[in-house]
């Protein structure tokens, strides 16, 4: 165990200790978090492979009590280094893929580039890649008794988690947030895209029983059919929905309540930062107006828990930092609210 006796959590976070200046090492933390630096589909603005390193950083200015859960800090919160290999791996695809996108707005025809085809293959074999990796990571972790977080990175990277979680577990479902549906299949061409992250959840972890999506406010017809044709499976409360709800009186309790009612026993949290209100994350790939309020959702999280069910693990996605850092800051203390949920029931 760590030695906290000289550890004083009321001073400025330590440059030379771990996320959120905790004085922790990877043994001595009940939750690890590890970062997944990718961003090789995204369809809009970068960035947000770099989001887990700026988020650390940002990590020293968050102070370490939390109302809701005291004391969290010291079950011990670890993140590890970013691969720095992922990460290039991921700057040399993305440019890849960024001539195909471009090439594909512009009207052109795949078939008959056999470069672009080429590079189309390139990025799905290199996804493929990166969701092994996240499985081998996290399926260890899990191994090892450890709680495990992790932080992309675009919302393509939990996919192996999810598989990792569904061996540990068994039956679970996810808390989506998000402003996006992200159940397209094979988006832009792209297998596993962040558009498509649960599509192919639903469809390659048969124990994710239960997808409840919140806040979603930017989707296509596809997808609404596929929530509409999975016998209820997917739950999308729209965030139009919301809004109205609450212009006509219901409490965002009573709403929780109705949100909550729809989970199994067991839980992931995946939290796209673009669920929330783009005032807060400004920079994140593809922001859309509406969405949440940050404690608009911790209040969800806590109603989640104080029902009796479980959070088993979590993913932070789409978090780019910008020049000013503000949603960087934002993303540590929502990331920070997360680990503490994760080991409030421990």
């Excluded at 011990?76 to 090439?103: I, N, P, T, V």
């Excluded at 990571?137 to 992309?152: C, D, M, P, R």
């Excluded at 994710?208 to 596929?226: A, N």
């Excluded at 939290?271 to 994140?284: E, M, N, V």
């Amino acid at each position: 165990m760590a030695d906290l006796s000289k550890f004083d959590p009321n001073s400025p976070g330590l440059l030379s200790n771990n996320i959120f200046g905790l004085p922790f090492g990877e043994e001595d933390a009940r939750l690890v978090l590890l970062p997944v630096p990718w961003e090789v589909t995204v369809s809009y603005s970068n960035g947000t492979a770099r989001g887990p390193e700026h988020i650390f950083t940002a990590s020293k200015q968050v102070d370490l009590y939390d109302a809701d859960v005291k004391d969290g800090w010291k079950h011990g919160f670890y993140m590890r280094e970013s691969d720095r290999q992922l990460l290039l791996r991921s700057d040399y695809l993305r440019k890849e893929a960024e001539l195909y996108l471009r090439f594909l707005t512009e009207g052109g025809d795949v078939q008959e580039n056999e470069f672009l085809r080429r590079s189309v293959e390139d990025v799905n074999k290199g996804t493929q890649k990166m969701n092994d990796w996240v499985y081998q990571q996290t399926n260890a972790l899990l191994k090892k008794g450890k709680l495990v977080g992790l932080v992309g990175g675009d919302h393509s990277t939990p996919l192996g988690f999810y598989k990792a979680l569904a061996e540990q577990y068994g039956d679970f479902g996810i808390l989506q947030i998000d402003a996006h549906c992200d159940l397209r299949e094979g988006y832009e061409g792209f297998r596993y895209s962040h558009a498509s992250i649960m599509h192919n959840a639903l469809g390659e972890v048969p124990q994710l029983k239960q997808l409840v999506q919140v806040g979603v406010r930017d989707y296509c017809e596809e997808e609404l059919d596929y929530i509409r044709e999975s016998d209820g499976r997917v739950v999308t409360f729209f965030d139009q929905d919301l809004k109205e709800r609450s212009f006509e009186g219901e409490s965002w309790k009573h709403v929780c309540d109705d949100i909550v009612n729809r989970l199994p026993q067991l839980v992931h949290i995946s939290f796209d930062i673009d669920g929330l209100d783009p005032k807060l994350c400004p920079h994140t790939g593809t922001p859309v107006p509406g969405g949440l309020e940050a404690q608009q959702v911790f209040y969800l999280f806590k109603k989640v828990l104080e029902s009796g069910r479980r959070l088993i693990g979590f993913d932070l996605v789409e978090v780019s930092p910008g020049q000013d850092e503000w949603d960087a800051n934002v993303g540590a203390r929502v990331l920070f609210k997360l680990c503490n949920l994760m080991v409030k029931n421990v």
